[in-house]
């Protein structure tokens, strides 16, 4: 179910972050290297702005659309991280793109409106596992990156990013491994105190369903590389999986309540 935003503020934090995002990368082969970062932070900050009001605004609001729009502001920030780090990295226009579409959907979806919470260590659960969805995401990026720079290798082709691919994959790794650990955090919190955090005892949902399987990958993942040593394509085939089982645990449940059935959860 399609909610209107009650707030026009709202609307045009968003609205701003999305033309931000967009701009940057229409015009990537106009704007100089120092054009695209200031226009790349502002809209990172247009973006931060938007989410934070859809929490905290005059109707708070949270669901699937949401959920994707902060662990696209979650890339975001590590890559700004990595740049420091690494100024050879390039994936900036693809992320702004990125950025644009997941605040978009936000404006379109904005889920349902948020209740006070019957437990104060709610937030806490939910800021884990947005955050494992952030980490998770960023490992897909690099992943991403990691295959492309391969195939330019195999193609002879300059990648021009100047990271060697043992280093993007070390990246890769990092990633999956803090987003494993956050993870298994969210998921003993959840079957902790089920019942203190909603009110009810664990049960076999489609959430919990997905969340326990994209762990139980994530862990095969892992040990295959530390004890087998996998790298390369079949690693991120495991991974991408991994990435796949729980995008569908909240924001795939939570799309199919929102719009699918156009119900309240």
């Known amino acids: 179910m399609i909610l209107p935003s009650a707030s026009p503020l709202g ?3 968003a609205l701003a972050a999305a033309a931000a995002y967009a701009a940057p990368a229409a015009a990537a082969s106009r704007l100089s290297a120092e054009g695209g970062r200031i226009a790349l932070l502002l809209a ?4 931060g702005a938007a989410l934070v009001w ?4 005059e109707t708070p609001h949270f669901g699937f659309a949401p ?3 902060m662990t696209a502001w979650l890339v975001l920030t590590a890559y700004a991280v990595e740049r420091q780090l690494f100024p050879q990295m390039q994936a900036r226009w693809a992320l702004a793109a ?6 978009l959907l936000a404006l379109v979806f904005p889920g349902q409106p948020l209740h006070v919470a019957a437990s104060p260590w709610l937030p806490l659960h939910l800021a884990l596992g947005i955050a494992s969805y952030g980490l998770f995401a960023a490992a897909v990026v690099h992943a991403w990156l990691m295959t492309r720079a391969e195939r330019q290798i195999r193609l002879a082709v300059d990648a021009h990013s100047g990271i060697p691919l043992l280093t993007l994959e070390r990246l890769t790794f990092r990633f999956v491994m803090a987003g494993f650990a956050v993870l298994s955090a969210t998921l003993i919190a959840g079957w902790w105190f089920s019942e203190t ?5 664990w049960h076999w949902d489609h959430k919990a369903v997905f969340s326990v399987l994209s762990w139980l990958t994530f862990a095969v993942l892992l040990i295959g ?5 996998w790298r390369g394509r079949n690693a991120v085939r495991v991974l991408y999986a991994g990435a796949a089982l729980l995008l ?3 924001v795939g449940s939570r799309f199919v309540i929102e719009v699918v059935l156009g119900r309240a959860a």
């Not at 859809?54 to 605004?57: E, K, M, N, P, R």
């Not at 990125?98 to 605040?103: M, R, T």
């Not at 590389?225 to 040593?229: A, D, I, K, M, T």
Request: charged letters at 10%.
């Open 11 to 13: 609307w045009l934090l």
């Open 44 to 47: 990172w900050v247009l973006h």
């Open 54 to 57: 859809g929490l905290v605004g």
């Open 67 to 69: 959920a994707l729009s």
């Open 98 to 103: 990125l950025g644009a579409a997941a605040v």
């Open 197 to 201: 955090l909603y009110g009810r005892a």
């Open 225 to 229: 590389r530390s004890r087998f040593g």
């Open 248 to 250: 569908l645990a909240y």
